[in-house]
């Protein structure tokens, strides 16, 4: 039998978009209520991200992708690359914090046979 932990971040929660996009906080908080009402425990990153977030980041991105994003976020820019991709004052935070998550799901899969580890996040 698998051993499963959801790993969220609840900063994801501040990133905004503009009315009538669909990717909304509503939806991860749905999904982490159904996880308070399974019973089943979430794992937080309240201590800061975890070793190696920013080689995994730039394995999948590529160093100047995060870059350019957070600067985007900093000048105040409202999307980035395209309309599918707003952006709000709390996109930088929020995508570390879910990238972050997602890290710490995937090391604590790899430390152990039998594990699954979902992240629960957003953007």
């Known amino acids: 039998m698998l051993e499963t932990r959801i790993f969220s971040d609840r ?6 978009v503009p009315a009538g996009f669909p990717e909304v906080p509503a ?3 749905g999904v982490l209520a159904s996880v308070e009402e399974l019973g089943l ?4 990153a309240d201590d800061g991200p975890p070793a190696g977030l920013d080689e995994a980041v ?3 991105h590529g160093r100047a992708y995060p870059e350019r994003l957070r600067r985007a976020v900093e000048r105040g820019d409202g999307l ?3 309309a599918d991709n707003p952006l709000s004052p709390a996109t930088w935070t929020a995508a570390r914090a879910a ?3 997602a890290v710490a ?4 899969a790899a430390a ?4 699954l580890g979902f992240a629960a996040v957003r953007l």
């Open 11 to 16: 900063r994801c929660l501040e990133h905004r």
């Open 27 to 29: 939806r991860l908080s």
């Open 41 to 44: 425990e979430e794992l937080t």
């Open 58 to 60: 730039a394995g999948v």
């Open 80 to 82: 980035i690359d395209s």
């Open 99 to 101: 990238a972050g998550a």
């Open 105 to 108: 799901a995937a090391a604590w």
């Open 112 to 115: 152990g046979a039998g594990r």
